[in-house]
């Protein structure tokens, strides 16, 4: 089956609706906060809206730094980043208290789109559990043998029905919008990194994996090549 292909520039500005949509919310409190600070005499509402602008502030820029490594790392074809960053945005992006994240990623230097694969797949088990619960991430091998795995627990834990497709580059009615633009771009991402990405659900649990993909054919070298350079155009597109 031929894959769906989305055009560079397409899927840059998609990406880049994704990346405001995370952090309209939080600028917004922040400049309600201030709002109220302009108006406001209470000491006591002045004190909210202080502690409210923080908050906010603080949220608004764990979003910003986890999508600038998920989404538009910096760096040319090949560079690697260190996984104690990706730890470090991740743990700062699930800083709530529904949601605890158990980390057992080898602080190394890792391939670029290793890196960016692992923090979108914390995406899709973060969207796993809507209630919160316990995201376990763990990886087994290293180098071009690396492969990792997301358990996400929680109650009502489950995997939208077309998240399996987009990852596969075959979103439903062939069309991709602003929702589902992340998980498409992870498994473009996958591809690029050479991993193949399984999701198996249970009650209350779900389990994400990206292991070493099979040698592929002349024809799949040529359609992942194609995927590297579109991955790479968006990058630059949207890169800080």
């Known amino acids: 089956m031929t894959k769906f292909a989305l055009d560079s520039l397409d899927l840059a500005a998609l990406l880049s609706s994704r990346v405001c949509h995370d952090v309209i919310s939080p600028v917004g409190a922040i400049v309600n906060g201030l709002e109220v600070l302009e108006e ?3 000491a006591e509402m002045r004190g909210h809206a202080l502690a409210l602008i923080k908050s906010s502030a603080a949220e608004a820029s764990a979003r910003l730094q986890f999508c600038r490594l998920a989404f538009g790392a910096a760096g040319s074809k090949g560079a690697e980043i260190d996984t104690g960053d990706a730890e470090h945005v991740t743990r700062q992006l699930l800083a709530d208290e529904r949601t605890k994240l158990e980390w057992g990623v ?11 694969l692992l923090l979108n797949l914390c995406l899709i088990a973060d969207a796993a559990i809507p209630r919160g619960g316990v995201i376990s991430v763990a990886s087994t091998g290293s180098g071009d043998e690396i492969a990792f ?21 075959l979103p439903e009615d062939g069309v991709v919008d602003a929702r589902a633009i992340q ?54 597109a949207i890169r800080a």
């Open 40 to 42: 406001e005499k209470d």
């Open 106 to 116: 080898p602080r190394v230097l890792m391939s670029k789109n290793k890196v960016k």
């Open 149 to 169: 795995t997301l358990d996400a627990k929680g109650v009502n834990a489950r995997i939208a029905a077309a998240i399996p497709g987009l990852l596969a580059g």
């Open 183 to 236: 998980v498409y771009y992870a498994g473009l991402v996958a591809q690029a990194a050479g991993l193949d990405v399984e999701i198996s659900a249970q009650s209350e649990h779900v389990t994400i994996t990206a292991r070493p993909a099979a040698a592929p054919t002349a024809q799949e070298n040529d359609a992942q090549t194609e995927t590297e350079a579109q991955t790479e155009k968006a990058q630059a």
